[in-house]
């Protein structure tokens, strides 16, 4: 069989399936597991690489309200690598290649492949994703070890902060120019890590918070997790960023409790990571638990600079300074 995978956390279900040899084409950011650089590239983002959080919003906002897609499908590539299989997604448009995207490719095959569609919404999903994956490459008892493995290691974690009663209260910061809380199954990771989300809903999707709103929270632990960034560029986004001095005055901003988060591998992608990301959150919540180093090496506390405060203000400051520290 040759499978192409569309998205990240396909490539990475496929892989842990052990299906390297048959993922013969992916998307532009798969980058996990580190072989998957050798496969052909058959999807590109019309972004660039490299801009601010606010371009990013304001030129995938741009795209949205046209209607056009963020991703190129390559057909070239697609029709030379002959797949018997394409993964893709039908979540999020700003996230990877759609059902859309792929069709109008599609549509001059004259063998077309088959199409698998994944639209998690909750880690149950995101389990059934992995067993559907299974299903349509003949690796279901690769997936009943997996989902095992996940398992058993959620109920290690349980065992360890079930007698914890302190849960507090965090504010999961996905993006941050301007800023949108995580949605979907990152509530759920919280809870699970025996802390409190003060805005998100398991299911449902992320969504624009202002400063106000944080400020108003008080969130006991701030989360900073960009989709798509590693616990470095979260941490050079959030100190590039100037604040009203009410930011503070939050506890946790005042604590020290700020971190700085690698959602790339252990958030934003719905695949087997994700179990590593609650790991790591449950880490960051009660430190005194034990968890693996990949977990213990997944976030950072972000130390602000004097830079970070403006002097004067009326609550609404927030922008982005000229320099990333």
């Keep these: 069989m040759r499978i192409v995978s569309l998205l990240p956390s396909a490539t990475e279900i496929l892989f842990a399936l052990g299906l390297d040899p048959e993922v013969v084409g992916v998307s532009y950011d798969c980058d996990f597991p580190p072989q998957v650089s050798q496969r052909r590239v058959v999807v590109d983002s019309r972004i660039p690489q490299g801009l601010p959080s606010l371009e990013i919003d304001r030129q995938v906002r741009e795209y949205v309200e046209r209607g056009e897609s963020l991703y190129i499908v390559n057909a070239d590539a697609l029709k030379e690598l002959a797949p018997d299989l394409v993964v893709t997604q039908d979540l999020c448009l700003v996230c990877a290649a759609s059902p859309d995207d ?17 639209n998690p919404r909750n880690l149950g999903d995101v389990w059934d994703d992995i067993s559907k994956v299974a299903r349509e490459t003949l690796r279901e008892e690769a997936a009943k070890k997996l989902l095992a493995g996940i398992e058993q290691r959620l109920h290690a974690l349980k065992r360890q902060i079930e007698k914890i009663s302190q849960r507090p209260r965090v504010a999961f910061l996905e993006w941050l120019e301007p800023f949108y809380v995580g949605g979907h199954w ?19 999707p992320s969504f624009r918070v202002e400063l106000q709103d944080v400020l108003a929270a008080a969130p006991d632990i701030i989360v900073v997790a960009p989709c798509g960034y590693d616990a470095e560029q979260a941490r050079n986004e959030y100190r590039a960023m100037m604040f009203p001095p009410e930011w503070n005055a939050i506890p946790a901003v005042r604590d020290g409790r700020v971190y700085a988060f690698e959602a790339n591998a252990y958030a934003s992608r719905p695949g087997p990571r994700l179990v590593t990301g609650v790991e790591a ?45």
Aim: no cysteine.
């Design 102 to 118: 792929l069709a109008a490719v599609l549509a001059n095959f004259e063998k077309r492949p088959r199409v698998l569609s994944l």
């Design 186 to 204: 990152v509530p759920e990771m919280i809870a699970l890590a025996s802390g409190e989300d003060i805005f998100g809903k398991v299911g449902a």
């Design 281 to 325: 959150l449950a880490k960051i919540f009660h430190p005194e638990i034990a968890v693996g180093d990949e977990a213990a090496n997944a976030f950072e506390i972000v130390r602000p600079t004097r830079e970070n405060y403006a002097v004067n203000s009326s609550v609404p400051a927030l922008s982005r300074r000229a320099h990333i520290l």
